[in-house]
């Protein structure tokens, strides 16, 4: 328990993206797990811990614990047709060109008015005076963001800044995303590289990308002295009652395959997600009777047309082919329950929660052979390359024989931190950074007992 002594430390948690957007994936998804665990584990740090968001015209402002609970609570299933007419609309948008044009178009108008309003938002008031010893983190991605002469001015007040990084995609595998989008992270990284004191990454995989791009923004000499870490992203989902709420074509499209393996691919769709690597193994099995099942759940992403209309137009489509744009957390929990193993097929990623959730549930993993993969799973996953749909199709023929031949561990023996577990390791590395840029004693240590587990999975 907590003494009452007072708190002494403010961390900051910007989550602008997240909270005004209604995505509950990926990155957001981490955002609305450490959100929801900071302010109660932030005590035993001596810190106090404070949802941040940010408006051209005010600056930044803390947010209550109401508006984040009430933000951030579970998806309500009835919101998924909604959601799903949003996501056709957009796909048909994509393929006329004009969400490309018009992100080209926001992306050059947002250049002009960062050129024009940070120097003016530089002697707009904020509506928080930050001190010294007050620690901003940047959780999301908010590559729109005006918020760099803010964040000067706090840190000319004596405040530190951590960017969160979830990874460099844009950077390390351009061909992945638009280029709107490549130019748009160009622009904020740079600027982020410049602005922040130190790095917190979710994977040590993405640490080493951060290292391998720093030098040719911040130039070698401030790059070999920049500090970095990384935390475990918290496994868990906001499930109610399973299989009681989910739908029925859901629940079909695993319960009517007759005892042939079903394998569930979960994340947006995207270049780098690599579906068609899936589609081409599957393609080369399906001619037979007792070939295996795809489920696909993700939303409509980046770049993704021609392998959309591919799942669409497929003769297996509905039969032993879906694709779910949209899922509450209950039902993403029985696709994995109920999968014969969790498929990713990504060849490049930051981290894939996917794979962490997936174990969580007893559930086994294929996955592409990359170092984030290798990572995060280690011994619990059957690897396959990343562009060999012949080695490809074997493992999924026959899943038992891939497991064990290269000696995969069970997953009832998998264990891996959910989110109050992720957020006090999050607080911890935070903290331990800190004290390390400011060359003091460590300061991240609780004042209660605070075990935090080996980045490995036993």
């Known amino acids: 328990m907590a003494d009452s002594s007072p708190v002494t430390r403010r961390i900051f948690l910007d989550c602008t993206r997240t909270f005004l957007t209604h995505v509950h994936t990926g990155?957001?998804?981490?955002?609305?797990?450490?959100?929801?665990?900071?302010?109660?584990?932030?005590?035993?740090?001596?810190?106090?811990?404070?949802?941040?968001?940010?408006?051209?015209?005010?600056?930044?402002?803390?947010?209550?614990?109401?508006?984040?609970?009430?933000?951030?609570?579970?998806?309500?299933?009835?919101?998924?047709?909604?959601?799903?007419?949003?996501?056709?609309?957009?796909?048909?948008?994509?393929?006329?060109?004009?969400?490309?044009?018009?992100?080209?178009?926001?992306?050059?108008?947002?250049?002009?008015?960062?050129?024009?309003?940070?120097?003016?938002?530089?002697?707009?008031?904020?509506?928080?005076?930050?001190?010294?010893?007050?620690?901003?983190?940047?959780?999301?991605?908010?590559?729109?963001?005006?918020?760099?002469?803010?964040?000067?001015?706090?840190?000319?007040?004596?405040?530190?800044?951590?960017?969160?990084?979830?990874?460099?995609?844009?950077?390390?595998?351009?061909?992945?995303?638009?280029?709107?989008?490549?130019?748009?992270?160009?622009?904020?990284?740079?600027?982020?590289?410049?602005?922040?004191?130190?790095?917190?990454?979710?994977?040590?995989?993405?640490?080493?990308?951060?290292?391998?791009?720093?030098?040719?923004?911040?130039?070698?000499?401030?790059?070999?002295?920049?500090?970095?870490?990384?935390?475990?992203?918290?496994?868990?989902?906001?499930?109610?009652s399973g299989q009681a709420t989910c739908r029925d074509e859901i629940r079909q499209a695993f319960l009517q395959q007759h005892g042939r393996p079903t394998y569930v691919t979960v994340g947006m769709m995207s270049p780098r997600k690599n579906h068609a690597l899936a589609l081409d193994a599957l393609d080369r099995l399906w001619e037979h009777d007792s070939a295996p099942s795809l489920v696909i759940v993700g939303k409509y992403g980046w770049r993704c047309e021609e392998v959309a209309q591919r799942i669409r137009n497929h003769r297996e489509f509905g039969r032993r082919l879906f694709w779910f744009e949209s899922v509450t957390d209950d039902e993403l929990d029985f696709c994995y329950r109920h999968a014969t193993a969790l498929l990713t097929t990504s060849f490049a990623e930051g981290f894939n929660l996917p794979i962490v959730e997936s174990l969580s549930r007893g559930t086994p993993v294929l996955a592409t052979d990359i170092p984030t993969h290798r990572e995060v799973a280690g011994p619990y996953a059957a690897f396959f390359p990343p562009r060999d749909p012949d080695a490809l199709a074997k493992v999924l023929m026959h899943p038992e024989a891939s497991l064990r031949r290269q000696q995969v561990r069970s997953p009832a023996t998998f264990s891996w931190p959910d989110w109050n577990a992720s957020c006090q390791e999050f607080l911890l590395r935070l903290l331990d950074l800190d004290a390390e840029s400011c060359g003091a004693s460590r300061l991240g240590s609780p004042r209660s007992s605070c075990t935090v587990p080996s980045r490995r999975a036993a």
């Open 27 to 240: 990155i957001e998804r981490m955002v609305s797990g450490l959100l929801q665990a900071a302010p109660e584990l932030g005590v035993r740090f001596d810190a106090t811990c404070i949802p941040l968001l940010f408006r051209t015209s005010t600056g930044f402002e803390a947010l209550s614990e109401g508006a984040v609970q009430e933000r951030f609570r579970p998806r309500d299933p009835a919101t998924i047709s909604r959601l799903t007419w949003r996501h056709r609309l957009r796909r048909e948008l994509d393929r006329t060109g004009l969400i490309e044009l018009v992100r080209s178009a926001r992306g050059g108008l947002d250049t002009l008015a960062e050129a024009t309003l940070s120097p003016v938002r530089r002697w707009l008031p904020s509506r928080i005076d930050f001190r010294p010893g007050d620690l901003i983190v940047l959780l999301d991605v908010n590559l729109r963001s005006r918020y760099w002469a803010d964040l000067q001015r706090a840190r000319a007040a004596g405040a530190r800044v951590c960017l969160v990084v979830h990874d460099l995609i844009p950077l390390s595998h351009p061909g992945t995303v638009d280029e709107g989008v490549v130019r748009e992270f160009s622009r904020w990284w740079r600027n982020a590289a410049q602005t922040v004191d130190y790095f917190l990454n979710n994977s040590e995989s993405t640490w080493r990308e951060v290292q391998s791009h720093l030098p040719t923004v911040v130039g070698p000499q401030r790059a070999a002295e920049v500090r970095g870490g990384w935390f475990r992203l918290g496994n868990g989902l906001h499930t109610q």
